[in-house]
């Protein structure tokens, strides 16, 4: 595979992965960049599974960035994060479906960074456990439990936020 249809191929899929852990566009284009230059001059030869690959190249480019920021030197900027964009949709599905991601992505936001690097890989990039445990060099074991307590704090948001609605429509 060439450098152009290596980074063809996997351009979307990095960005994404890179935007949604690092909350910044900025930030993610960079990191994203940094990726593909250590992809292409890495040797390619010996590896069986590129996306796996280049996945894990991209994690451990956004955990150094934000174990740096967490070290005082670069200072987070929170955003909210783009949703891919949905062509052919009526208005009123398009709206639900930016809100709804909006929402997801605020949630996504609250998440601890080890925890939410796993959930991203699993709901985002759709990759698999075993596949998460090779891109981000964890035992399955540790992939499956941060996936599971991902899921119970996102559940534990969500009936919060419902329960805050719910008593702020009982006031008006």
Known sequence: MTDRELFELYKEQIYYFCYYLMQNQADAEDVCQEVFV????????KVQDLKSWILRIA???CSNVLRRRKTGLMKEIRTFLLSRPHSFNPVEE????RETKTELHQLYNKLPDKIR???VLRYV????VPEISR???IPEGTAKSRLNRGLKLLKKMVVSQVKEMNSSESVF
């Open 59 to 61: 994690s451990n480019e």
């Open 38 to 45: 250590k992809a292409i001059l890495a040797d390619r030869s």
């Open 117 to 119: 690097m796993v959930v």
């Open 94 to 97: 398009s709206l639900y479906h």
């Open 125 to 128: 990039n759709e990759l698999t």
């Open 135 to 137: 891109v981000i060099n």
